[in-house]
T-cell receptor, first 114, second 110 residues
Framework: GAVVSQHPSRVICKSGTSVKIECRSLDFQATTMFWYRQFPKQSLMLMATSNEGSKATYEQGVEKDKFLINHASLTLSTLTVTSAHPEDSSFYICSATDGSYEQYFGPGTRLTVT | RKEVEQDPGPFNVPEGATVAFNCTYS??????FFWYRQDCRKEPKLLMS???SGNEDGRFTAQLNRASQYISLLIRDSKLSDSATYLC???????????FGSGTKLNVKP
């Protein structure tokens, strides 16, 4: 099956710093990538939809200036959490689709902001 | 109102039991429906798609009721390894938006 990787898998940073998370589709070209956030015991919440070469579409309530998304190629999307605060601590998961109905999820990145 | 709603559970069942989950969705224009499985601290994995005619994959059966706007998942002969959170996922806009339910937790006990 299709493989999506995320890096890093776990990161701890200090409040006020920025963190970049990479999402790569390893064996297919991802026409669309999605970024989700999941708080403990809650479901995945879609943050934004990213298409290669165009600006990401953010869900209501998600600050685009705080969560910067770059989808520079068909195999790579990045999410940068700027000026991170403890309330940004969460599990961030990306997924990618090749245009079919199935999403392929990355293994997630656990962010802890101290 | 949430796009997708599920009973969070947990459903605690013995091995070998049959268990069913339901999920309701609010938007009648929703086009595609899926069940995903998520193990603790892991990413979701596709379990099965849900078709109007219903579909079965081994011990798992999924059904869609468009009139009442719900989908269901039936698990027969539960195994310990079925313990996980089951996420109902609904899609609209030609796969550009996927909405997840909050998940139903299943614990299968020996």
């Amino acid at each position: 099956g299709a493989v999506v990787s995320q890096h890093p898998s776990r990161v701890i940073c200090k409040s006020g710093t920025s963190v970049k998370i990479e999402c790569r589709s390893l064996d297919f070209q991802a026409t669309t990538m999605f970024w989700y956030r999941q708080f403990p015991k809650q479901s995945l919440m879609l943050m934004a939809t990213s298409n290669e070469g165009s600006k990401a579409t953010y869900e209501q309530g998600v600050e685009k200036d705080k969560f910067l998304i770059n989808h520079a190629s068909l195999t790579l999307s990045t999410l940068t959490v700027t000026s991170a605060h403890p309330e940004d601590s969460s599990f961030y998961i990306c997924s990618a689709t090749d245009g079919s109905y199935e999403q392929y999820f990355g293994p997630g990145t656990r962010l802890t902001v101290t | 109102r949430k796009e997708v709603e599920q009973d969070p559970g947990p459903f605690n069942v013995p091995e070998g039991a049959t268990v069913a989950f339901n999920c309701t969705y609010s938007n009648s224009a929703s086009q595609s429906f899926f069940w995903y499985r998520q193990d603790c601290r892991k990413e979701p994995k596709l379990l099965m798609s849900v078709y109007s005619s219903g579909n079965e994959d081994g011990r798992f059966t999924a059904q869609l009721n468009r009139a009442s706007q719900y989908i269901s998942l039936l698990i027969r002969d539960s195994k310990l390894s079925d313990s996980a959170t089951y996420l109902c996922v609904v899609n609209k806009d030609n796969f550009n938006k996927f909405y997840f339910g909050s998940g139903t937790k299943l614990n299968v006990k020996p």
